[in-house]
Structure formats: C-alpha cells, structure tokens
C-alpha cells in the first residue's frame, strides 16, 4: 500500500509539468519515489519539458518498486496553493484505507507527522481544507532519466530557440513563494550542448531542476535591421 505527505506547494509547482493528453494517461499526473538522501522524489513531464523536485521535508511509501504516479483533481489542486493568510504549511495526506482505495487531505501543519495524524483522525474541521478519494495511475512512468543531459556545463554553449509558454513554467517555479505572496520571476538559466539537444533549466531554487526540449525556429544572430538603421542615421546626426 502507498502513503505520501508532503507539502502541498509542491504538487502546485509540479502541476504545470504534467499533460494533459488523455492518450498519455501516465504522464497525466507527478511520479514519486523515496529520495536515498531522505524525504521525496517528485518528477513530471509532458514531453517537453521536465520538473523534478527534491521534498526534503516528505514521506513516501510507494506500492510498486518504481514508484506511484497520482494525479489530483482540480478541487485538490486549488487547496494545495499557499494563501497569505495560512498560519500553517498546508500538506498534502495521501493515505490508504481498508477497501483499497485512498483518502486524500489538504491540511494545515506544522510538521509531515501532524499533517498525517490530523488526516486520520478528520474532526479537526478548521485544519481540513480538502478531502476526497484517489487511486493512483494504473502503470508504469517513463524512464525520465535518459532524457536529463549529464555532459552540458564546460565549453562554449550554442544558442537555441525553446517554446515561451513551455519557459513560462520554469519562470512560475523561480518566483514561486511558499508563504502565498504573490508569484513573480526570477532568473532562468538554460545549459545545452547544442541547439538539438535537451536543455538543462536551473532557477533560483535549490530543490529543482528542469529539462526542457529545443524547437525548430529561425534565429538571429545580430541585432534587427532596423536597429542598425537607426543607429547608423544617429551617428551621421552627430
């Protein structure tokens, strides 16, 4: 059987990472797999990008030997996003129940152990955001690692085109404020061999990285034409 606890931010940040392809069932939801150096392994891909966060503060128990996927539904997704107002961490409870199917809880607490403990006992009403049942996805997740690039950080890096609404996603978990103050950018940082290959993503966080794939575009290699106009009709001014 599976448990996970975590804290709820972190299936809000990962959410934009996961598809939306009903074809794709198995990448419709954020895989997790106990971390060796303790707490929780959290990835999610649509293809195209990739998010992998390290929850150091969570608990997994996962049923199957590579890990579980869940996906949460809407409702339980707008309970896991931080409000200004939370005296608490909010957490996410995933645990079993006898007839093999899983209550789910958004709550809010100080700790993973509390979090679980208020899951279970279910009458502290002012501490319970969400509740509902989940199983989780039914197969196996992809072997993401194959596609996160090793050999990217020496030499000279050639510039590549990439989906803005895809670095969007990396722009959101730079900002993302666990308190529930607002979500601004930060800073990106992208390393790639070339303009084929998979892009490693770092933002200001310490607890993610990021893959993301190039695109196919034209790109420029100098400043606009009409740039270079106007500066030289600048000069000629002076």
């Not at 009403?125 to 690692?145: A, C, K, R, S, V």
């Not at 575009?217 to 100098?222: I, K």
Request: with cysteine; hydrophobic share 40%; glycine share 8%.
């Amino acid at each position: 059987m599976s448990k996970l606890i975590i804290r709820a931010a972190y299936a809000d940040m990962i959410s934009p990472f996961q598809s939306a392809e009903e074809a794709r069932y198995t990448l419709n939801g954020f895989h997790v797999e106990p971390h060796k150096q303790g707490g929780v392994l959290m990835v999610a891909t649509d293809g195209h990008t990739l998010g992998a966060f390290h929850e150091s503060e969570g608990v997994v128990e996962a049923s199957r030997s590579d890990g579980d996927i869940w996906a949460l539904s809407k409702e339980a997704l707008k309970a896991c996003k931080p409000k200004k107002r939370d005296d608490f961490a909010r957490w996410l409870v995933i645990l079993p129940t006898e007839n093999g199917v899983y209550n789910l809880a958004v709550v809010f607490s100080p700790d993973a152990e509390q979090a679980e403990l208020t899951a279970k006992d279910g009458s502290r009403l002012d501490l319970i955001l969400h509740q509902g049942m989940i199983q989780p996805i039914d197969g196996t997740f992809p072997n993401y690692e194959r596609v996160v690039p090793t050999e990217v950080f020496d030499g000279a890096k050639v510039p590549s085109a990439y989906n803005a609404d895809y670095l969007a996603k990396f722009g959101r978990v730079s900002g993302y404020d666990f308190d529930g103050n607002g979500i601004s950018g930060k800073r990106i940082c992208l390393y790639a061999k070339d303009t084929e290959s998979p892009a490693v993503v770092f933002t200001g966080r310490n607890d993610f990285f990021g893959v993301i794939m190039p695109i196919r575009s034209e790109t420029h290699s100098s400043l606009p034409e009409w740039w270079i106009e106007c500066k030289g009709e600048v000069e000629k001014a002076a």
